[in-house]
Every structure is written in C-alpha cells, then in structure tokens.
Nanobody, 115 residues
Framework: QVQLVESGGGLVQPGGSLRLSCAAS????????MGWYRQAPGKQRELVAT???????NYADSVKGRFTISRDNGKNTVYLQMNSLKPEDTAVYYC?????????WGQGTQVTVSS
C-alpha cells in the first residue's frame, strides 16, 4: 500500500521559516508531478506549488517569491521551503503525488503562523 509521510509542520512566528517534507513509499509506477496544497479552516483546499518530473515548477501567486518546491527523485520525496511566513499561511498542508494511474495524498501537516 502506498504511503506518503509528511513532516516539518509546526508553530512559527510571522517572518519565520519552515521546511516541509513528503516521502512516498511503495509506489511502483513512475511519479510524474508532485505538489503541495493547503486548506485553512472554513476554506477550500488550494494549490500551493507543484513540480513536474522535469522540475518545472508552478506556484500560487500568494506564495511566489517566498516558497520553494523541490524534489529528490531518488528518494521519492518532495520538499516545500517556506520563508517569510505570514499568518494567512496558516493551514493544513497536504502533499500530492501523481502517477500514470492515479494520484495519492498525504495525511496533512499543520502549519501555524502566529506571534
């Protein structure tokens, strides 16, 4: 059974940084895109950033210039470096892994930006 294990969330002050990781295991199909989404209380899940197998990236306008997505294909891991965090970045962050047959989602990790 495919497993996506997320880590790196937590509480941080405004202006601070966090690095999220999502490691995929037991995936036997080629991974195409990987990405991060987030869902704040009372809001719909929204795209944060995605990265293709050729490392082409895409970011939500709200995080451009502050967040950086990257991946390690050898480890089937995707990262999200988050800098200059703002209170409005507070949400549960989910990773997604897209293969040729279907996509998989992580369990979510809480990020709280507060003083």
């Amino acid at each position: 059974q495919v497993q996506l294990v997320e880590s790196g969330g937590g509480l941080v002050q405004p202006g601070g940084s966090l690095r999220l990781s999502c490691a995929a295991s037991r995936i036997y199909f080629r991974i195409n895109a990987m990405g991060w989404y987030r869902q704040a209380p009372g809001k719909q899940r929204e795209l944060v950033a995605t990265i293709t197998s050729r490392s082409i990236t895409n970011y939500a306008d709200s995080v451009k210039g502050r967040f950086t997505i990257s991946r390690d294909n050898g480890k089937n891991t995707v990262y999200l470096q988050m800098n200059s965090l703002k209170p409005e970045d507070t949400a549960v962050y989910y990773c997604e892994v897209v293969t040729a047959t279907r996509d998989y989602w992580g369990q979510g990790t809480q990020v709280t930006v507060s003083s």
